[in-house]
T-cell receptor
Framework: KQEVTQIPAALSVPEGENLVLNCSFTDSAIYNLQWFRQDPGKGLTSLLLIQSSQREQTSGRLNASLDKSSGRSTLYIAASQPGDSATYLCAAFNSGGSNYKLTFGKGTLLTVNP | GAGVSQSPSNKVTEKGKDVELRCDPISGHTALYWYRQSLGQGLEFLIYFQGNSAPDKSGLPSDRFSAERTGGSVSTLTIQRTQQEDSAVYLC???????????FGDGTRLSIL
């Protein structure tokens, strides 16, 4: 059974700092790994998706890396802004047989202070 | 184009009542998923549909929970005889096919009094 852990659970930084959010997963046979953002009272917005054959993906100030063999992914946010404040969720997607689902970590609550 | 739409956005009901939650996926998406987000538990998978059939119902917490999908489109999650522990945000997602990225709705916030 896939289990996903995110560290830290919460993070508070001053505006402008670079930061790293960590995600680990127990079953390395993933199809892909996604990072999502969730604002209070809202659904999930997909930030980056890394296929199992890829090592990293970049979008603007965001960079996500994947090390399948060690069961780890990191989300790097450069030059953080107050608008980045949200909960960031990591999710591993496993596929096969009848099993096609995302397993989520519990998230990192990020606060960027002006 | 329209995203995943869920209704109602909020639902408050008394313990013991039945509730129905609706999900309208993105047009043309064949795969549809239901997840539940509770305080302290994070986001948990409930059920997955491919077309109108549900190959994986492993996340449904009890037989009070059921879901159906009709016409390969709209899905309804039904909770019978609601309990206070059913209070959560219920999120629906759809994808073009079962291995494509999932797109999420804003969820239904369910509160059981």
């Amino acid at each position: 059974k896939q289990e996903v852990t995110q560290i830290p659970a919460a993070l508070s930084v001053p505006e402008g700092e670079n930061l790293v959010l960590n995600c680990s997963f127990t079953d390395s046979a993933i199809y892909n790994l996604q990072w999502f953002r969730q604002d209070p009272g809202k659904g999930l917005t997909s930030l980056l998706l890394i296929q199992s054959s890829q090592r990293e993906q970049t979008s603007g100030r965001l960079n996500a890396s994947l090390d399948k063999s060690s069961g780890r992914s990191t989300l790097y946010i450069a030059a953080s802004q107050p608008g980045d404040s949200a909960t960031y969720l990591c999710a591993a997607f496993n596929s096969g047989g009848s099993n096609y689902k995302l397993t989520f970590g519990k998230g990192t609550l990020l606060t960027v202070n002006p | 184009g329209a995203g995943v739409s869920q209704s109602p956005s909020n639902k408050v009901t008394e313990k013991g009542k039945d509730v129905e939650l609706r999900c309208d996926p993105i047009s043309g998406h064949t795969a549809l998923y239901w997840y539940r987000q509770s305080l302290g538990q994070g986001l948990e998978f409930l059920i997955y549909f491919q077309g109108n059939s549900a190959p994986d119902k492993s996340g449904l917490p009890s037989d009070r929970f059921s879901a159906e999908r009709t016409g390969g489109s709209v899905s309804t999650l039904t909770i019978q005889r609601t309990q206070q522990e059913d209070s959560a945000v219920y999120l629906c997602a759809s994808s073009q096919d079962r291995v494509q990225p999932q797109h999420f709705g804003d969820g239904t916030r369910l509160s059981i009094l």
